[in-house]
Protein backbone atom coordinates (compact mmCIF):
# COMPACT_ATOMS: atom_id res chain seq x y z
CA UNK A 1 0.00 0.00 0.00
CA UNK A 2 2.96 2.40 1.10
CA UNK A 3 4.43 1.83 -2.24
CA UNK A 4 1.06 2.40 -4.34
CA UNK A 5 0.80 5.44 -2.22
CA UNK A 6 3.94 7.05 -3.33
CA UNK A 7 4.02 6.01 -6.95
CA UNK A 8 0.78 7.81 -6.74
CA UNK A 9 2.02 10.81 -5.64
CA UNK A 10 5.36 10.64 -8.05
CA UNK A 11 2.89 10.71 -10.86
CA UNK A 12 0.31 13.48 -9.41
CA UNK A 13 3.13 15.44 -8.55
CA UNK A 14 4.07 15.67 -12.28
CA UNK A 15 0.51 18.22 -12.91
CA UNK A 16 0.52 19.81 -9.74
CA UNK A 17 0.70 23.47 -8.93
CA UNK A 18 1.81 24.99 -5.98
CA UNK A 19 -1.76 25.71 -4.17
CA UNK A 20 -2.78 22.25 -4.76
CA UNK A 21 -3.18 19.75 -2.73
CA UNK A 22 -3.53 16.04 -2.72
CA UNK A 23 -6.46 14.02 -0.98
CA UNK A 24 -5.81 10.83 0.25
CA UNK A 25 -9.33 8.89 0.31
CA UNK A 26 -10.56 5.04 0.10
CA UNK A 27 -13.21 3.87 -1.56
CA UNK A 28 -15.16 3.29 2.11
CA UNK A 29 -14.75 6.84 2.47
CA UNK A 30 -17.95 9.37 1.07
CA UNK A 31 -18.15 13.46 0.87
CA UNK A 32 -20.61 14.91 3.22
CA UNK A 33 -20.24 18.00 2.44
CA UNK A 34 -20.82 20.33 -0.76
CA UNK A 35 -18.03 20.20 -3.10
CA UNK A 36 -17.90 23.89 -3.63
CA UNK A 37 -17.36 23.76 0.53
CA UNK A 38 -14.32 21.32 0.34
CA UNK A 39 -12.67 22.67 -2.51
CA UNK A 40 -12.79 25.92 -0.43
CA UNK A 41 -11.60 24.55 3.39
CA UNK A 42 -8.67 22.94 1.39
CA UNK A 43 -7.86 25.81 -0.69
CA UNK A 44 -7.85 28.09 2.21
CA UNK A 45 -4.93 25.82 3.89
CA UNK A 46 -2.59 27.68 1.93
CA UNK A 47 0.47 25.62 2.13
CA UNK A 48 -0.65 23.56 5.37
CA UNK A 49 -1.72 20.01 5.61
CA UNK A 50 -4.06 17.95 7.73
CA UNK A 51 -3.14 14.84 9.20
CA UNK A 52 -3.77 13.09 12.48
CA UNK A 53 -1.28 12.01 15.06
CA UNK A 54 -0.28 11.24 18.47
CA UNK A 55 2.83 10.08 19.91
CA UNK A 56 2.56 5.91 19.51
CA UNK A 57 1.07 3.85 22.47
CA UNK A 58 2.37 1.07 24.21
CA UNK A 59 -0.15 -1.32 23.31
CA UNK A 60 0.96 -0.75 19.66
CA UNK A 61 4.16 -1.00 19.57
CA UNK A 62 4.08 -4.63 18.65
CA UNK A 63 3.36 -3.86 15.29
CA UNK A 64 7.02 -2.47 14.57
CA UNK A 65 8.95 -4.27 17.21
CA UNK A 66 7.46 -7.66 15.98
CA UNK A 67 7.85 -9.48 13.33
CA UNK A 68 4.45 -9.84 10.85
CA UNK A 69 3.70 -11.27 7.26
CA UNK A 70 0.72 -9.77 6.01
CA UNK A 71 2.64 -9.06 2.74
CA UNK A 72 3.91 -12.60 2.42
CA UNK A 73 2.13 -15.79 1.20
CA UNK A 74 2.50 -18.90 2.24
CA UNK A 75 1.29 -22.14 0.74
CA UNK A 76 0.45 -25.38 2.38
CA UNK A 77 -1.66 -28.43 1.77
CA UNK A 78 -5.25 -27.95 2.61
CA UNK A 79 -5.13 -30.85 5.15
CA UNK A 80 -2.64 -28.71 7.17
CA UNK A 81 -4.69 -25.77 6.81
CA UNK A 82 -7.60 -26.88 8.06
CA UNK A 83 -5.65 -28.33 11.16
CA UNK A 84 -3.81 -25.30 11.79
CA UNK A 85 -7.11 -23.10 11.42
CA UNK A 86 -8.38 -25.45 14.18
CA UNK A 87 -5.61 -24.84 16.65
CA UNK A 88 -5.68 -20.82 16.12
CA UNK A 89 -8.98 -21.00 16.46
CA UNK A 90 -9.10 -22.01 20.13
CA UNK A 91 -6.66 -19.35 20.96
CA UNK A 92 -7.24 -16.43 19.01
CA UNK A 93 -10.80 -15.21 19.58
CA UNK A 94 -10.85 -11.91 17.42
CA UNK A 95 -8.87 -13.98 14.47
CA UNK A 96 -10.64 -13.12 11.22
CA UNK A 97 -9.56 -15.73 8.51
CA UNK A 98 -10.94 -13.75 5.40
CA UNK A 99 -7.99 -11.16 6.52
CA UNK A 100 -5.06 -13.04 7.67
CA UNK A 101 -4.38 -16.66 6.83
CA UNK A 102 -3.78 -19.08 9.42
CA UNK A 103 -0.65 -19.85 8.27
CA UNK A 104 0.76 -16.43 8.49
CA UNK A 105 -0.73 -16.24 12.19
CA UNK A 106 0.85 -19.48 12.97
CA UNK A 107 4.27 -18.41 11.97
CA UNK A 108 3.75 -15.09 12.88
CA UNK A 109 2.74 -16.43 16.40
CA UNK A 110 6.13 -18.86 16.21
CA UNK A 111 8.47 -16.11 15.27
CA UNK A 112 7.59 -13.56 17.76
CA UNK A 113 7.91 -15.95 21.22
CA UNK A 114 11.27 -17.03 19.89
CA UNK A 115 12.52 -13.83 18.13
CA UNK A 116 13.77 -10.94 20.27
CA UNK A 117 12.16 -7.51 19.99
CA UNK A 118 12.82 -5.49 16.84
CA UNK A 119 15.28 -2.65 17.35
CA UNK A 120 13.06 -0.39 15.33
CA UNK A 121 14.21 2.97 13.08
CA UNK A 122 17.28 5.62 13.23
CA UNK A 123 18.11 7.29 16.57
CA UNK A 124 16.36 10.03 17.21
CA UNK A 125 13.12 9.62 15.35
CA UNK A 126 10.03 9.82 16.85
CA UNK A 127 7.28 7.25 16.08
CA UNK A 128 3.63 9.11 15.71
CA UNK A 129 0.47 6.78 14.50
CA UNK A 130 -2.75 7.54 13.59
CA UNK A 131 -5.31 7.37 9.78
CA UNK A 132 -3.12 7.15 7.05
CA UNK A 133 -6.71 9.82 5.57
CA UNK A 134 -4.02 12.99 4.73
CA UNK A 135 -4.92 16.10 2.66
CA UNK A 136 -1.24 17.05 2.20
CA UNK A 137 0.08 20.20 0.08
CA UNK A 138 2.15 20.74 -2.66
CA UNK A 139 4.91 21.61 -0.64
CA UNK A 140 4.79 18.91 1.93
CA UNK A 141 4.88 16.24 -1.10
CA UNK A 142 7.94 17.90 -2.90
CA UNK A 143 9.67 17.45 0.10
CA UNK A 144 8.57 13.41 0.85
CA UNK A 145 9.27 12.76 -2.71
CA UNK A 146 12.77 14.69 -2.25
CA UNK A 147 13.42 12.59 0.97
CA UNK A 148 12.53 9.17 -0.67
CA UNK A 149 15.41 10.03 -2.58
CA UNK A 150 17.73 10.15 -0.29
CA UNK A 151 20.50 7.57 1.75
CA UNK A 152 18.24 8.39 4.75
CA UNK A 153 14.89 6.79 3.37
CA UNK A 154 16.85 3.57 2.50
CA UNK A 155 17.23 3.17 6.23
CA UNK A 156 14.02 3.90 7.23
CA UNK A 157 12.64 1.56 4.14
CA UNK A 158 14.23 -1.31 5.42
CA UNK A 159 12.59 -0.89 8.97
CA UNK A 160 9.26 -1.16 7.85
CA UNK A 161 10.25 -4.57 6.50
CA UNK A 162 7.94 -7.26 8.70
CA UNK A 163 5.36 -4.28 9.88
CA UNK A 164 1.72 -4.32 10.57
CA UNK A 165 -0.57 -0.90 9.70
CA UNK A 166 2.65 0.47 8.74
CA UNK A 167 0.08 2.47 6.37
CA UNK A 168 -0.55 4.47 9.96
CA UNK A 169 2.39 5.66 10.66
CA UNK A 170 4.98 5.70 7.57
CA UNK A 171 4.54 9.37 6.07
CA UNK A 172 3.63 10.60 10.01
CA UNK A 173 7.60 9.36 10.73
CA UNK A 174 8.96 11.35 7.31
CA UNK A 175 7.05 14.57 7.87
CA UNK A 176 6.78 14.74 11.58
CA UNK A 177 9.76 14.59 12.27
CA UNK A 178 11.27 17.47 10.91
CA UNK A 179 10.07 19.95 13.12
CA UNK A 180 9.70 23.13 10.32
CA UNK A 181 7.16 20.84 8.23
CA UNK A 182 5.51 19.65 11.68
CA UNK A 183 4.69 23.59 12.30
CA UNK A 184 2.68 23.31 9.16
CA UNK A 185 0.56 20.32 9.71
CA UNK A 186 -3.04 20.28 11.50
CA UNK A 187 -3.34 17.66 13.54
CA UNK A 188 -6.37 17.19 12.24
CA UNK A 189 -8.82 14.58 10.57
CA UNK A 190 -11.31 15.98 8.17
CA UNK A 191 -13.42 12.68 8.54
CA UNK A 192 -16.67 11.86 10.48
CA UNK A 193 -15.61 8.34 11.99
CA UNK A 194 -17.56 6.34 14.62
CA UNK A 195 -14.85 4.25 16.66
CA UNK A 196 -15.70 1.06 18.57
CA UNK A 197 -14.13 0.20 21.76
CA UNK A 198 -11.88 -2.52 21.54
CA UNK A 199 -12.97 -2.84 17.83
CA UNK A 200 -10.01 -3.40 14.92
CA UNK A 201 -11.63 -0.67 12.66
CA UNK A 202 -14.73 1.89 12.48
CA UNK A 203 -18.40 1.80 12.51
CA UNK A 204 -19.63 1.32 8.96
CA UNK A 205 -22.10 3.87 8.82
CA UNK A 206 -25.81 3.18 8.02
CA UNK A 207 -28.87 5.51 7.93
CA UNK A 208 -29.28 5.17 11.77
CA UNK A 209 -26.24 7.38 11.51
CA UNK A 210 -27.69 10.26 9.03
CA UNK A 211 -28.39 12.76 11.71
CA UNK A 212 -24.90 12.88 13.35
CA UNK A 213 -23.09 13.02 10.30
CA UNK A 214 -25.53 15.80 9.23
CA UNK A 215 -23.97 17.95 11.96
CA UNK A 216 -20.29 16.99 11.56
CA UNK A 217 -18.49 19.58 10.54
CA UNK A 218 -15.75 17.11 8.42
CA UNK A 219 -15.18 17.14 5.06
CA UNK A 220 -15.98 13.17 4.67
CA UNK A 221 -16.93 10.32 7.02
CA UNK A 222 -15.84 6.52 6.84
CA UNK A 223 -16.78 4.41 6.34
CA UNK A 224 -19.10 2.73 4.10
CA UNK A 225 -20.29 -0.45 2.74
CA UNK A 226 -23.34 -0.42 -0.15
CA UNK A 227 -23.58 -4.00 0.75
CA UNK A 228 -24.74 -3.20 4.44
CA UNK A 229 -26.24 0.00 3.72
CA UNK A 230 -27.03 1.92 0.09
CA UNK A 231 -29.78 4.17 1.35
CA UNK A 232 -27.21 6.15 3.08
CA UNK A 233 -25.19 7.33 0.32
CA UNK A 234 -28.74 9.03 -1.80
CA UNK A 235 -29.51 10.49 1.74
CA UNK A 236 -26.44 11.90 2.02
Known amino acids: MIKAEIIWFSEIFQNMKKWDHIVLISWQCYPIKDIKYIEKYIEDLGNRSCMSYRPIEKKYLCRIEKYHFNDRNFHVSPIINKIIIRIVSKFMTLWEPQRVPAIN ?10 MPRRKYLIKNYKIYIWDQW ?3 SYEHIRWTLEFLKSKEWKKILSCFEYTSCCDENFFQL ?11 INNELLRYIVRWKNANSPKVLTIQDLESIKKSDKLFARKFDINIDKIIFNKI
Open 105 to 114: LALWTIVSFI
Open 134 to 136: MVL
Open 174 to 184: ILLNNENIKKE
